[in-house]
Structure formats: structure tokens, C-alpha cells
């Protein structure tokens, strides 16, 4: 009898979710976006709720979640280069790029009604065996990957995010970063000075070249500067390196939001007026699974009005509490960025709303090239993951505003009945 209540309040459920999606399926073209008196509002004026996820694991390396045994990035590149030289390394990154996200992967994406994709990368994307910046036919640095992931969100009426996760001399410890255990962009020496003077210039070239480009929502400029560490140690410096690299894209483009992350808590930076920035957005990540820590993140938000700043959840995960987290931010017309997509992890976790596991993961010290090369192919592909039915379908009810109750019913049963 149980089963059976269940799989009628399944079918109705998610009936409704059909009308909703039906009654709410509208196509726009993409309008640029801006930071106006607390809110993102488009061309039009209308205010716009950034809702979607990372493509976690694509272009920035991290063991944890990786299909490589390396610590870090700078560990898998350095290793493969060493073992096989520049080119040959170059091919198998450029293997697995291609293959962990493809055009398919946008479809899902926006298929689910995510209207905006936070792309992680690091400078070593963009540069050369030498450390020299990688530069295409028209002597610029080859932003191609770039291009081709904010073409297929455009595409399909998403905006992108350019976060930059690892800047030369690396932000933070943290191995996301690039580098395990180094932080040198803060230092008060001629070295230090060279790495901000390096992630300046990676900045005004990138809002150089996406300056005009209205698919791109934000320009994301440090990913958790002081991860990691003693943050009262760097708070302030924190603070300069990111109004020294506002300044610097401002020279170039004043039109496109940049984002400013404050992490843990919005009092980690003070408030946009005392710097003179404008046109921002402040951006927390939460890893907190209680009901407790998500209740004081909104909290922390609305004491903080003051800062007359839109507010976008760039990294979240709550475990069970999930849809209670995505349902409290959306009531609160709080922005967000799931982490992630994708990742490769032993276990069925709310990490990932698709699964690689752990079977393909490449020895970089001792296997072959070709090794390497099968295992970073077609195998890794979103069609080989598993499905995380749970995830999937709450971020999807979430993203197209479905009535709470419905997609808090749904699932429940989804979550129990996918065990």
C-alpha cells in the first residue's frame, strides 16, 4: 500500500513539474548583465537570478575529485611533461579537455534550466613549456577553450562565469590553487610583485578580449584568495591584490561585473562604497550541512544590507539539507553555483550531479602514454557517469522556480528510492 501511495504521488508530482516546466519555457536572447543598487539587472532593467553550476574538474586539476593520482596541477603538468615532453603532454590534456566536457554536457545543462556556468580555470591553461604565455595567430593568449565554453552557454541562453581558480604565484595553500602548499601573490617582494603584476596582465587581457561579449555574467577574479590559511594574516592584503586587479580590468572594461570573493563571511571584505567599487558582486562558497550554518550564511547577507551588493553562492553543497539550502537562497533572490557538475569520486555523494568513479584514473608516474591517452578518452565522457537522480532533479525544480512543496515531495522519495 506504501508503494503504492508513493508512486502515485510520484506521477503527480511530477505532473505538475511538467505544466510549471511547460507554462515556464521561455527563450530570450542573452542581455548584458550588471550590478545596479543590490540586485543583477538586465538591459531591460529586469532583475536576473544567477542559477546553475561549475564545470568542476575540467580545466583546473584537484586529486580529490581528479582522474589523475598528481597532487596538484602543477604536479600532473610538470609530470607529464617530463615524461613525455611538451607536445606529447599537451595532447593528453588536450585529450581529456575534450572529452570531460562536450557540447552534450551543455545541453544537459541547460536542459535542467540552469541560466548560468561558473568556468573554472588557471593561468597554466594559457601558457607555454617556458612558463611563456601561450599566444595564437593574432599574437594574444590563446583563450580558444574559453571561447568555445561561453559560445556553447550562449547558445543556449547561459551566461558564463571566468573564475580564475589559480593565479600565478598562486592566492592560497590550497592544492585548488595549482600549487599545494604555496602562496607567494601576496609577498612583499620583487618576487611577489612579478606574480600580481602576471594575474593583472592574464585580467586586462581577458576583459580585453570578452569586453563586448555579453554571454559572460561576471569576471571572477581570485577563487578563496587565503584558503587555507591564517586569514587575518592576509585580509588586508587581500584586499589591495583585488582592488589593484578591479582597477586594472576597469581600465579596459567598466560594462561587465566583477565579482569579489569574500568566502566564508561578507564581513571578509568591507563594503564596495569604502573602496569605490562599483558594478560588483560578493560571493560566498558554503560547505555547511547543518540547517543552522544555512539559515547564518542568509544571516550574514541580510546584516550586511548595507553593503548594497548582490550576493552569489558560488560553491555550495548541504548533504541531505540540499533542497532546504537551494529553496532558503531562492526565497532570498540569492544567486547560485552548485559544486559541481562533474567529478570522479568512489561513492554516490551530492558533490556531483554526474559520477565518474574512480576506475579510470590515471597513474601519471608510471603509465604508458597510451595508456593515458585510452583512459582520458571517450570513457570519461558524461554518458559513461553516473547519474545523481537526486541532485540532478532538485537543482533542475530549483532553477525553474517549482513550487517548493512539490519538489521537496518529489525528492524525498527520489533520494530515498535512489539509495
Keep these: ?195 600580481r603584476e602576471q594575474t593583472a596582465y592574464l585580467w586586462r587581457a581577458l576583459a580585453t578580449h570578452f569586453k563586448d561579449n555579453k554571454a559572460v555574467a561576471a569576471y571572477d577574479l581570485l577563487n578563496e584568495p587565503g584558503c587555507d590559511m591564517d586569514i587575518e594574516s592576509v585580509r588586508q592584503k587581500i584586499t589591495e591584490v583585488y582592488d589593484y586587479l578591479y582597477k586594472e580590468v576597469r581600465k579596459i572594461d567598466t560594462e561587465h561585473i566583477i565579482t569579489l570573493e569574500c568566502i566564508w563571511t561578507m564581513d571578509a571584505l568591507p563594503a564596495p562604497e569604502e573602496m569605490g567599487w562599483e558594478n560588483v558582486m560578493y560571493q560566498l562558497h558554503t560547505y555547511d550541512y547543518t540547517i543552522g550554518a544555512i539559515n547564518g550564511v542568509a544571516r550574514s547577507i541580510r546584516k550586511h544590507s548595507h553593503y548594497n551588493v548582490p550576493v552569489l553562492i558560488g560553491e555550495l553543497n548541504a548533504g541531505k539539507h540540499y533542497g532546504y539550502m537551494l529553496h532558503k537562497y531562492d526565497k532570498k533572490d540569492i544567486s547560485w553555483t552548485t559544486w559541481g557538475y562533474k567529478g570522479a569520486l568512489s561513492d554516490t555523494t551530492t558533490w556531483f550531479m554526474y559520477n565518474l568513479g574512480r576506475n579510470g584514473v590515471a597513474d601519471v608516474y608510471n603509465d604508458s602514454y597510451e595508456t593515458i591517452l585510452e583512459k582520458w578518452g571517450n570513457a570519461i565522457q558524461t554518458e559513461n557517469a553516473v547519474k545523481n537522480k537526486y541532485l540532478t532533479t532538485l537543482t533542475s525544480d530549483e532553477a525553474n522556480n517549482k513550487p517548493y512543496i512539490f519538489t521537496w515531495l518529489k525528492n524525498i522519495l527520489i533520494y530515498y528510492f535512489s539509495k
Design 1 to 195: 500500500m506504501k508503494k503504492i501511495i508513493c508512486l502515485f504521488l510520484v506521477f503527480a508530482v511530477s505532473l505538475s513539474s511538467l505544466i510549471c516546466a511547460y507554462a515556464a519555457d521561455t527563450t530570450q536572447e542573452l542581455s548584458a548583465l550588471k550590478a545596479v543598487d543590490g540586485i543583477i539587472v538586465n538591459e531591460e532593467g529586469e532583475q536576473v537570478i544567477l542559477r546553475g553550476t561549475n564545470l568542476s574538474g575540467w580545466l583546473v586539476f584537484e586529486e580529490w575529485m581528479g582522474l589523475a593520482n598528481a597532487k596538484d596541477g602543477t604536479e600532473l603538468t610538470d609530470t607529464l611533461i617530463e615524461r613525455f615532453g611538451y607536445e606529447k603532454a599537451m595532447e593528453l590534456l588536450n585529450t581529456y579537455y575534450d572529452n570531460y566536457i562536450t557540447e552534450n554536457d551543455f545541453d544537459i545543462m541547460a536542459a535542467m534550466g540552469f541560466n548560468c556556468i561558473r568556468i573554472p580555470f588557471w593561468y597554466r591553461n594559457f601558457t607555454d613549456e617556458n612558463g611563456e604565455w601561450r599566444l595564437n595567430e593574432n599574437g594574444e593568449i590563446d583563450f580558444s577553450r574559453l571561447d568555445w565554453a561561453v559560445e556553447q552557454c550562449a547558445k543556449r541562453g547561459m551566461y558564463a562565469i571566468l573564475d580564475l581558480h589559480g593565479a600565478p604565484g598562486a592566492q592560497s595553500v590550497a592544492h585548488h590553487a595549482g600549487t599545494s602548499g604555496v602562496c607567494k601573490l601576496y609577498d612583499e617582494t620583487e618576487e611577489g610583485e612579478a606574480y
